[in-house]
């Protein structure tokens, strides 16, 4: 776990903030007016909420923005007795905004935080007021889902790696060395603006993996797809209506190796389809790292279009 008060160079210049509500010491960043429209940012394997340092920045003058660090990720803690399943994580999520109470919230998803905040959605759609995806699935009960998860397995560098790796039983072992192998992990699910490779980049994505048992989290995504654990949560008919209903946003790295588009945005347009959709050319997985002033404008420009 990274010391609470780390801000990278001043990269993370934001108060920590902590609760226990999931049972774990569980950090967030929470910046802007109280009373504003909540921002909340879900971030993916294996980064954690430094992720969204540009959109946090540009948003929190206007908006609530309110970023969690998984349990595993981040400077949350990393239970050892705990299971890392996509259910699990959607449990800790769900308390957290539970005892946060917040509403009128603007999902912004990327990565495992698609899956993540779709199953928030499906359980309180009447607290979703828009769902953003940014190289984030959105899956919610599509009859195609799992076909669509296979054949993007079948052809993404990261997912080939982690059924070789699970069947060779060097899985844990890899991911368990992360803080010194998480260039080539980031660069393996992709980005493409090799100019963000700097001393403090680096040891902010490394600094949550200092050894094997801090690496947990990292290591229950990728087993929990080799293993078949993570189970996508099925919205009911009213809950399907309701997100249906909301203003909706894609935005999509095309050079994404991890998350192909050809797979994954057909899980967006099928159940938003008038919403507008952005694919990045030369963008990457990490779009938000890829392309920090494009997201962040046409994110801004989003909420202001869709506020009553």
Known sequence: MIHSDATFG???????HFTSASGFRMHYVDEGPRDAEVVLCLHGEPTWGYLFRHLIAALSGTCRVVVPDHMGFGKSDTPQDRSYWLQDHIDNLERFVLTLN??????????FGG???MGLAARHPDRIRRVISTNGPTPFGQADLIDRVVANAGASPWFRWIAKAEADGSLEQVLGQLGFNILSTLKLNGFENSALITDTWLAAYAAPFAGPADCLGAIGWAKGFAMQMHKFETPDVAAERAVRSKPALAIWGEADRTLRAKHFLPLFTELFPAAPVYRLAGVGHYCLEDAPDEIVALVSEFIRQTQA
Request: aromatic share 10%; hydrophobic share 45%.
């Open 102 to 111: 917040l509403n009128d919230i603007t999902l912004v998803m990327h990565d």
């Open 115 to 117: 899956p993540l905040g």
């Open 10 to 16: 001043g990269t993370f210049p934001f108060a920590p």
